[in-house]
């Protein structure tokens, strides 16, 4: 078996889509970084991947992803009771009042900061990574000074372009990354001793989680993984910023849906929102070591093998999606969806999975942000290169979608 790590250069976010079409099968084998895997895509298989605890992270990305997308010691590197307990942490935080707060915060900035601007152009994947860094701090309730540096550094938006690159680059956000962690692991330890941040936030919330260590005794988080835990708030927050991107440059190119939404259509704001998570591409696969034997429709997967679930090609897969390349919100309309189909931010379950904790909260941004650009945002797109490359990951416009002339105002449509 030949191995296919320059395929997966090549061909990006397509590699799975096209290995799946050459193998006449949604399942193939093949080997990227000299190991062989097992490549998977569709509903069974994000159910097979996702629920019963088949699958662990550890192991299964490559450290130059694993260090600035998932996390060493936090969540996504847990499974069973443990993941489960420490999985409440952050559900509680994500989602009902919090979560809306969270978002809620993120409009009330947006308008401010858009309102602000002197009618320069402005890059609005650089805008919205600005502010939501700035909302998603003063939620987590960070002191002041330590807001200040994740915004000025930008340090977490730079986690999430670098993700997908080695050396260099990787490299030196991983170092800004380290100082992140520092600045956090500070932040924790003072709220420990002196408590300042508002009950109920983030910062509050983590310094004050306890579970049982090793000997049985509860006890708060080490520092550092507690930093870690935070940064798996914050970092996925201001990722956000590439759906927001893409949810303005899907407003340009279908302006008929530009009236719905403005007049405060819900259903058609949910329908937008959802179909530009599906759409547009984010994580390309997610990997997982095989935990026990197991078979997939005959094949057999040994524990500790490495299978990838291909979200992109799930995102995209014929068999569950009517015209799949084509950018179409209505599909929503009346349509239930069945949780390991819409898998941009995981499959199976919030509790006992590994779904995405913050996907409830992901959307509520995006709608917060289309209504905005929708309803009280009048602009103009100049020409400018709006390509995405899917050899890019995470994919973005190449422009980051630069904006004319912004002013805050209710649109006459609305
Ligand atoms: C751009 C939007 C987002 C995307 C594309 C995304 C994607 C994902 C994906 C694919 C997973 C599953 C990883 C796996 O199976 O190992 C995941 C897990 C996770 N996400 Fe997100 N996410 C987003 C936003 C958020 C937000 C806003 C938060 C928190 C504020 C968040 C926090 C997490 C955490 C903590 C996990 C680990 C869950 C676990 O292991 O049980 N994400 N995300």
Redesign the pocket.
């Known amino acids: 078996m030949g191995d296919s790590t320059l395929r997966f250069i090549r061909d990006g976010y397509l590699f799975g889509t096209r290995g799946f079409r050459a193998a006449g099968s949604d399942h193939f084998r093949t080997r990227l970084l000299g190991r062989p895997v097992l490549v998977l895509r569709g509903a069974e298989a994000a159910r097979f991947f ?1 629920e019963g605890g088949r699958f662990r ?1 550890a192991g299964a990305m490559p450290r130059s992803v694993l260090t600035l997308l ?1 996390d060493v010691g ?3 590197a ?1 499974e069973g009771e443990a ?1 489960r307990r420490r ?1 409440e942490l ?1 559900l509680g935080l ?1 989602r009902g009042e919090s979560g809306e707060a969270l978002a809620q915060r993120f409009g009330e900035e947006l308008r401010g900061a858009a309102g602000a601007s002197d009618g320069a152009d402005i890059v609005l994947l650089d805008l919205f990574h600005d502010v939501l860094t700035l909302a ?1 701090t003063a939620w987590a309730g960070l002191p002041a000074g330590v807001a200040g540096d994740l915004r000025r550094t930008g340090v977490l938006a730079k986690m999430v372009d670098a993700a997908g690159t080695v050396g260099p680059e990787n490299w030196t956000v991983r170092a800004q990354r380290s100082r992140a962690e520092r600045l956090l692991a500070d932040a924790v330890v003072r709220e420990r001793t002196q408590p300042t941040a508002p009950a109920g936030s983030a910062l509050a919330v983590v310094a004050t989680y306890t579970e049982p260590d090793d000997i049985g005794a509860t006890a708060p988080l080490p520092p550092q993984v507690a930093a870690v835990e935070l940064l ?2 914050l970092r ?2 201001v ?2 910023g ?2 927001l991107t893409f949810a303005a440059l899907a407003l340009h190119r279908h302006p008929g849906w530009r009236d719905d939404i403005a007049a405060g259509d819900g259903a058609a704001v949910r329908w937008f929102a959802q179909e530009v998570r599906r759409f547009y591409p ?2 390309p696969v ?1 990997g ?1 070591r095989a935990t026990r034997d197991l078979t997939w429709k005959g094949e057999p997967v040994h524990r500790d093998d490495w299978v990838l679930l291909d ?1 992109y090609a799930t995102t995209h897969d014929p068999a569950i999606w009517d015209q799949p390349d084509r950018f179409l919100p209505q599909r929503f309309d009346g349509l239930v969806v069945e949780p390991n189909t819409l898998i ?3 499959g199976g379950g919030y509790e006992e ?7 409830p ?2 959307v509520d ?1 995006i709608e917060v942000g289309l209504r905005l650009l929708a309803r009280e945002f009048t602009y103009d797109v100049p020409d400018q290169d709006l390509r995405i490359s899917l050899r890019t990951f995470p994919a973005r416009p190449r422009s980051g979608l630069v904006v004319r002339g912004l002013t805050v105002g209710e649109r006459a449509a609305a």
């Open positions: 996702y992270r998932q936090s969540v996504q847990l993941h999985k952050f994500l998603v798996n708030l996925p927050t990722a956000v590439r759906y984010f994580f997610i997982g979200v941009p931010q995981g999975d590994h779904r995405c904790p913050g996907e909260v992901t941004l």
